[in-house]
């Protein structure tokens, strides 16, 4: 079976909603293996509630949990007996473990995927790589998206190697990868971005399509969006606050008056395909590619269905061979640099 370390204490729902979505994952799938890390007895207490095979499902007790509030560093060097360090731990000794799911502290499950499971050889920097749906129903990521604020054009030109690699795994044919820039024209931006833009051009190993501005990255014209941690980040947070923004202006007016709210009936099939399509749930966690093991960073408010959506996510990544593929794109990039 592939064997799967969950936090169970990880996240704004612990352990009730994380220990559901585990229970969710092994009835559907019979080759997972779950094991939840945290607090036993309360561990237990959740299972008690559920049916499902036990041979799916073990425990990693835990006394401590790492809150927001905490330094990462500090958190992920002095509590030891954490859900989040000892999944770590363990993910780093057994050999059978082939990743890592928190919905916790962000900067604590970042640090730790540097400092415990350590880089795939030949990796400069690990990089946060999460997944949007677009309007035409394809799917975009964007790399990097906050693990590293300052990039050399190397660490894009790596960005775009692991993450094309990644949307391969979930069905992507030749990813289209583009570069998050101030405009579509070639010579655009600062030196950085057109230093980046030669690396990118010449790289054999992926699509690149050009630059790309923020305001595309919904289009479903691109497939990747390679950036630095800083740049990705703040179009990660500028997207979903648009996004959000929007829908709530939405409902205030289809409340403002009695006609809007007999339209709103009519096209009640309509709102809810499209909250379906950029449902955060279904698409579930933000990888840290780069990592030796695979490790996913869950929404903190993740419910049951959105940890059973990272398990699964982890399950196609290591299906998939990930790892084993992004470290046979980078040698083939060394190679000719060579």
Known sequence: MVKIILDAFGGDN????????????????????????????????????????????????????????????????????????????????????????????????????????????????????????????????????????????EYLDQFAIMASEYMCVLGVKNPRVALLNVGTEDHKGDAKAKESFELLKNNKHINFVGNMEARELMSGNYDVVVADGFAGNVLLKSTEGAMKGLLNVLKTEIKAGFWSKIGALFMKKTFSNIKAKFDYSKQGGAVLLGCQKLLVKAHGSSKADSICACIEQVFAMNKGELIKNISKGLEAVSSEDK
């Open 14 to 153: 612990a352990p009730a909603e994380i220990v559901k979505g585990a229970i969710i994952a092994v009835n559907k799938n019979s080759e997972i293996h779950i094991v939840l890390s945290g607090k036993e007895e309360l561990i237990k207490e959740e299972l008690s509630k559920y049916k499902y095979n036990a041979e799916q499902i073990s425990v990693l007790n835990a006394s401590e949990v790492i809150t927001n509030d905490e330094s990462p560093t500090m958190a992920i060097k002095t509590k030891k007996d954490s859900s989040l360090v000892k999944a770590f731990d363990l993910a780093k000794e057994d050999e059978s473990v082939v990743g890592v799911i928190s919905a916790g502290s962000t900067g604590a499950v970042l640090t730790g995927g540097f400092l415990k499971l350590g880089r795939i050889k030949g990796i400069m920097r690990p990089a946060l790589v999460p997944v949007f749906s677009t309007i035409t129903g394809s799917l975009v990521c964007i790399c990097d998206a906050g693990a590293n604020m300052d990039c050399k054009p």
